[in-house]
């Protein structure tokens, strides 16, 4: 089980952090339509983080009382999630401020969800 979290966890930190290496979008497709690039990637932020919340949430309960290697993959669970999800935030707070230079769009607190 820990090693299913532990995957899913992992190929959301790597898709992440492609995006925070390589830009998803070009400048002209953001100035374009920003409901067809900053829009999409604000909802798949959300959806990435709720996973990831619900993986460390699993992982910390499925950890509870156990000793040895499965502990160890059960805290190794906890903490790929918090990564996946700081590299997620860390992309949108990147994109936001591409759009916001290209677009001259302002978004409210904490890059546009609140």
Not at 34 to 45: R, S
Not at 50 to 58: D, L
């Amino acid at each position: 089980m820990f090693a299913i979290l532990l995957a899913v966890a992992g190929f959301l930190a790597v898709y992440a952090a492609r995006d925070l290496i390589r830009d998803p979008y070009t400048d002209r497709q953001i100035q374009e339509s920003m409901v067809d690039t900053w829009e999409v990637e604000a909802a798949y932020t959300v959806v990435v983080l709720g996973a990831v919340s619900v993986i460390a949430i699993v992982a910390l309960i499925l950890t509870v009382g156990q000793q040895g290697s499965i502990r160890r993959l059960g805290a190794a669970s906890v903490m790929v999630s918090v990564l996946a999800g700081v590299l997620q935030l860390a992309s949108h707070a990147k994109l936001t401020g591409r759009t916001t230079r290209l677009t001259a769009q302002t978004f409210s607190r904490m890059y546009g969800f609140f």
